[in-house]
């Protein structure tokens, strides 16, 4: 059995990251703002950008790890990972402010074949992937349909018991997707991927 070392990232490398995530957020944060009324943003707006910048930062988080310590990176968690990520970013983004680029026909026509683009990404990932990543993945989808099962129920409940208002289907998306990122952190952490 061979080890790979983990070769450390000398201080410049890390800051020199920091700092081109940072131009990055600056970058997209004055886009957003620039483009779309914040003040009048809906609660699963907010949600779903929180959600998208959180994909977009993890998917380019991911690319540079790929590119920097491609020999260090496992099978299947590469480049193959950071696209499902930022795809995902985008998929989230753009109901959200696609609107103010092209028509809503068109960002629907786009959402589909990113969606499409996507699921082919996510099948290939898992062909690709170890035993560990797949046993993520499992993990991963089993806790968040538990979870998402039993909010839906309890809001579903209150809901019919008067106790709570409708909450639009992005509102669920949102939460959904909140759910999943929660799960993929514990199934990860459980299995010392974080």
Not at 11 to 30: C, D, E, H, N, Q
Not at 101 to 115: E, I, N, R, T, Y
Request: overall charge neutral; some cysteine; proline content about 3%.
């Amino acid at each position: 059995m061979s080890s790979v070392e983990d070769p450390k990232m000398s201080w410049p490398v890390r800051i020199g990251g920091l700092l081109f995530l940072g131009l990055a957020g600056a970058g997209v944060g004055y886009l957003v703002g620039g483009r779309m009324e914040v003040e009048d943003l809906r609660w699963d707006d907010a949600l779903g950008l929180v959600i998208a910048a959180m994909l977009l930062a993890t998917g380019a988080i991911m690319a540079g790890m790929a590119a920097v310590r491609s020999t260090t990176v496992p099978p299947g968690c590469g480049w193959l990972q950071a696209v499902v990520m930022l795809i995902a970013g985008v998929l989230m983004i753009a109901p959200i402010w696609g609107v103010h680029l092209a028509s809503p026909d068109l960002v629907f026509v786009g959402l589909v074949v990113l969606s499409v683009v996507q699921s082919v990404a996510n099948l290939m990932l898992w062909r690709r992937a170890d035993e560990m990543l797949r046993r993520v993945m499992v993990e991963t989808s089993a806790l968040a349909f538990w979870a998402s099962q039993m909010a839906l129920f309890l809001y579903a409940a209150a809901e019919r018991l008067g106790l709570t208002g409708g909450v639009s289907a992005w509102g669920m998306m949102g939460v959904l997707m909140t759910i999943y990122l929660l799960a993929s952190t514990v199934a990860s952490m459980r299995r010392g991927l974080h």
